[in-house]
Structures are given as structure tokens and as C-alpha cells.
């Protein structure tokens, strides 16, 4: 079955304990990227990716590491978390037309609470 | 950089009738322009996808109608079950990161 997956779904940490939120796809797609869902900010972009080894900031990037090194995985590193940074996160795929992105593909969300 | 808005921010309507979202934007024309439902707590999931070549999109119940001049798209749902009440996104893309709306929510009273 064609999917992204995210883990952990749920998580709650304290401020300044480094964590990881793994992403994974298995539909081949070149282009993947992290967004965080909060009440009346809508989807925000942090990091995306055009493709293995390549990444680059989305809209609100700070506080927040990416890595791009095999084509079906997208983590997204919290050095030190901070309580703003509760979220709501999604990772997305999909294939790119150019530079353009075709239908994106989203994980089921992972919600972290920062303490 | 490009904006997005999509006019309401709550729409609720009686089951039957046809709902009608509304997404405009500001800058240049995308190349793509991209319809998402969300549920509350879920990822977004993709409906229809129109290019700026096109006017218009069906899939079943929905259409999607794309007018560059207007710099808007209209997002119909005919015959609206309570079953479609949802968050529903617009994106847009031209050589960038896809730009998301904040969403409408839609409400089907039955």
C-alpha cells in the first residue's frame, strides 16, 4: 500500500531534550517536506526536499534540522525543543514536475506537546 | 511571495444543497492548483488537481473551476451529504514550495 508514515504519532517531552520525528514513503517520490498544523495558522512549511542530499527552509524553518540521505526517509530533528513548538506535524511526498509539485501525499500527523 | 485566501473560515450548509469554496490568490498564476480534505487530527488528503490551462475539473460529486483572470478557484460539493463535512485546503504551486490556504470549514446539516 502506497503510504508516508510518521513516528511517533504522539509524544510529549520537556524543553531542551533533543528528539527525532522519523518519516518514510514508499512511493519512489523525489520531493518530501515537514509542515506543522496549528489553530488558525493553517498548514506551515518548515524544511522540504527536492531530492536526496538536497533541502532547503520552508517558512518557519527555525528551531528545527532536516536530512535528506536516502530517498524514502525525511526526518525532522528538534535539537532543543521549546513549549512554541507544539504542534501539530505532517510529513508529505509526492513527485515534482520540474520544480513543481505534483499531489501530495500526507502522514497520519504527529502530535507533540513540549513541556 | 504568493498568498492565499480562502474566504471562509466556517460554511455551513443543509444536506442537498451544493456547497461552493472559494480560494483566491494574489502574484503570479500557479501551475497548479490542488484541492485537499482534511479531517480533525488527520493529514490532509488530496481530491482534484486542476492546471492553469484548464477551466474546469469533475470528479463524481465535486468540481473544481480554475480562473486565472480572477485569480480565484471555486470548489463545488452538489448534493452535500453530512458525510462531507470537513476542513478543505487549497494549494497552490509555480516552481515553489506548494502554498497551502488555511482551510474552510464545512459543516452539512442534515
Known amino acids: 500500500e502506497a503510504q508516508v508514515t510518521q513516528n511517533p504519532r504522539y509524544l510529549i517531552t520537556v524543553t531542551g531534550k533533543k528528539l527525532t520525528v522519523t518519516c518514510s514513503q514508499n512511493?519512489?517520490?523525489?520531493?518530501m517536506s515537514w509542515y506543522r498544523q496549528d489553530p488558525g495558522l493553517g498548514l506551515r512549511q518548515i524544511y522540504y526536499s527536492m531530492n536526496v542530499e538536497v533541502t532547503d527552509k520552508g517558512d518557519v524553518p527555525e528551531g528545527y534540522k532536516v536530512s535528506r540521505k536516502e530517498k524514502r526517509n525525511f526526518p525532522l530533528i528538534l535539537e532543543s525543543p521549546s513549549p512554541n513548538q507544539t504542534s501539530l506535524y505532517f510529513c508529505?511526498?509526492?513527485?515534482?514536475?520540474?520544480?513543481?509539485?505534483?499531489?501530495?501525499?500526507f502522514g497520519p500527523g504527529t502530535r507533540l506537546l513540549v513541556l | 511571495s504568493q498568498k492565499i485566501e480562502q474566504n471562509s473560515e466556517a460554511l455551513n450548509i443543509q444536506e442537498g444543497k451544493t456547497a461552493t469554496l472559494t480560494c483566491n490568490y494574489t502574484?503570479?498564476?500557479?501551475?497548479?492548483l490542488q484541492w485537499y480534505r482534511q479531517d480533525p487530527g488527520r493529514g490532509p488528503v488530496f481530491l482534484l488537481l486542476i492546471r492553469e490551462n484548464e477551466k474546469e475539473k469533475r470528479k463524481e460529486r465535486l468540481k473544481v473551476t480554475f480562473d486565472t483572470t480572477l485569480k480565484q478557484s471555486l470548489f463545488h460539493i452538489t448534493a452535500s451529504q453530512p458525510a462531507d463535512s470537513a476542513t478543505y485546503l487549497c494549494a497552490l504551486d509555480r516552481a515553489t514550495p506548494l502554498v497551502f490556504g488555511k482551510g474552510t470549514r464545512l459543516s452539512v446539516i442534515a
Open positions: 512511493m519512489n517520490h523525489e520531493y
Open positions: 502574484n503570479y498564476s500557479p501551475a497548479y
Open positions: 508529505a511526498s509526492s513527485f515534482t514536475l520540474g520544480t513543481a509539485q505534483e499531489t501530495q501525499y
